[in-house]
């Protein structure tokens, strides 16, 4: 008896082949009310002695063998609401759901409950109803988050629609679902704000300054005509591939045929284009068979038998050229601006210096690629349209005679072109906020707006920078009159005055810049202001007992007067 109970305890803890020859044993026993009594009266002593095993519960609560005993382990606690769902087997208000755990202090997590499910595994007796009740909380959360990714998917579509639709009614497109058939090309994106401001981050006085775009090919021109002069001086034929790879490298940015396209239509004489082939490569990816875009510069012959060579000289000869042909653009759209303004504006071409200060230079269109030479097509029947232009050859006759015949009676007769008629313009009627206001004094400030803006485009940069100076003289007259005073001196050299006067104003300047402006103020008002040179030393005496503020007001007149010229 003590033999067979001593195997029966290792096969509980040790399970192994030794335990697979004892599975028609039985794997527990009810344990005797005497030895129980025996065990409970024993005292413990220590704290690290195992407490006393309590009594056995009645025969109604123990395990059996026809049900195996509960899952021994805690199991995390879920709410009610999260673990019962549409699926839950159980509702939250039944006293015992099916899979839920254990109270701690029931009889399934007890020592005994223990000892006996590892008896039941070691005897092979596997539990059939715990795999069923560990998955009932893992199939809930997966229908509800099955549920919840379908509600969002359908949130997701609707919104597209909305916004489709809305898109649809602003800009007087298609409705949804053509627009789902026929799905709009991506829209063009904004161009930075370097490229749109471009022309008003130049620095150094304003002229007829070029857009972004317009820079951009310039310096592509120039790298190509670079590539190409060494290319062609060493006679090496030149191609797109080979100038392609070297402009990139020189410039940081994409070089394609457009481009090229662009240049041949802003400089046509500048390249002879052409598709040869048998041109030698050493390339894997191209055939000496393919054919392929050449590049040959226009040059002037040389005087004798030489043939001209792409030299320093002509390339920035060839450049300016074709800086002037991108500002004779910009002109051309300038000109048409001028035109669409209220009175429109005339200003010769010779006598343009800058831009309308309303004309935005950095939208003018882009250039329109001139076409370049394609490769001839060799005649291969690859298409389905190829074969049936074949196929019409070998009809009869009269079923091609109906053909056409049936081809002229549903054809359009073509409409005789007119010249478009343009609508007559209605006179100009004022804004809102200038009604009441005399016609006639509505023309004479904006032919005096259009004069100035006029004396503006033509002026030179000389003008330019005199009448920056005399804008700056009312301020600079303030101050010398207070060096003067402070000094208490009837005369200063120009070199003491020019210096105060640097320290004392409130831009930036050097002192030779405010001589010029001291010479100016003197030029205009010697009255006031007189220089006399003594030896080699240039004196400026100043009037203080002048009225100061005469003395402003007779400056600014002057400048108003000269902006006006």
Known sequence: ?????????????????????????PTWRTPSPAKSALRAQVPTSGGSRKRARP????????????????????????????????????APGSPAAPGSPAAPGSPEHSPRSKKTKKAALSAGQLPKLAPHKDKVPSKVTFSELKSC????????ARAQELRASAQGND?????????????????????????RFHALAQPGPPGLVLPYKYQVLAEMFRSMDTIVSMLYNRSETVTFAKVKQGVQDMMRKRFEERNVG??????????????????PTFKDNVKKSDYQLTIEPLLDQEVGDMAPQLTASRLLQRRQVFSQNLVGRVREHHRVFLASLNPPMVVPEDRLTRWHPRFNVDEVP???????????????????????????????????????DLALRTAVPSSPVSSPVLPATPPAT????????????????????????????????????????????????????????????????????????????RVAMSPGEMEKHVQLLSELLPDWLSLHRIRTDTYVKLDKAADLAGVTAQLARLARAEEML
């Open 55 to 90: 009594p056995a519960e009645p025969a109604s609560d123990q395990p059996t063998r026809d049900e195996p005993a509960p899952s021994a382990r805690r199991r995390l606690r879920l709410p009610a609401s999260v673990v019962s769902g549409p699926g839950s087997p159980a």
């Open 366 to 404: 882009d250039i329109e690629p001139a076409e370049l030479p394609q490769p001839p097509t060799i005649e291969t029947l690859a298409t389905a349209q190829e074969v049936l232009a074949r196929a019409r050859s070998l009809m009869s006759p009269r079923m091609e005679k109906a053909l056409n």
């Open 149 to 156: 990714l379908q509600r969002a998917r359908e949130l997701g």
């Open 262 to 279: 662009q240049i041949k239509t802003v400089y046509p004489t500048s390249y002879c284009f052409r598709q040869e082939r048998n041109i």
């Open 430 to 505: 004022p804004p809102a906020p200038l009604k009441g206001v005399s016609q006639d004094l509505l023309e004479r400030i904006r032919a005096k707006e259009v004069q100035k803006q006029l004396a503006q485009m033509t002026r030179c940069p000389e003008q330019e920078q005199r009448l920056q100076r005399l804008e700056r003289l009312p301020e600079l007259a303030r101050v010398l009159r207070s060096i003067f005073v402070s000094e208490r001196k009837p005369a200063l050299t120009m070199e003491v005055a020019c210096a105060r006067m640097v320290g004392s104003y």
């Open 1 to 25: 008896m003590a033999q067979r109970r001593l195997t029966d305890f290792f096969a509980r803890r040790r399970p192994g082949p030794r335990a697979a020859s004892l599975r028609a044993k």
């Open 171 to 195: 800009a007087g497109q298609p409705s949804v679902l053509e627009a789902k058939e026929h799905p709009a090309g991506p829209c063009e994106e904004k161009a930075p704000a370097y490229q």
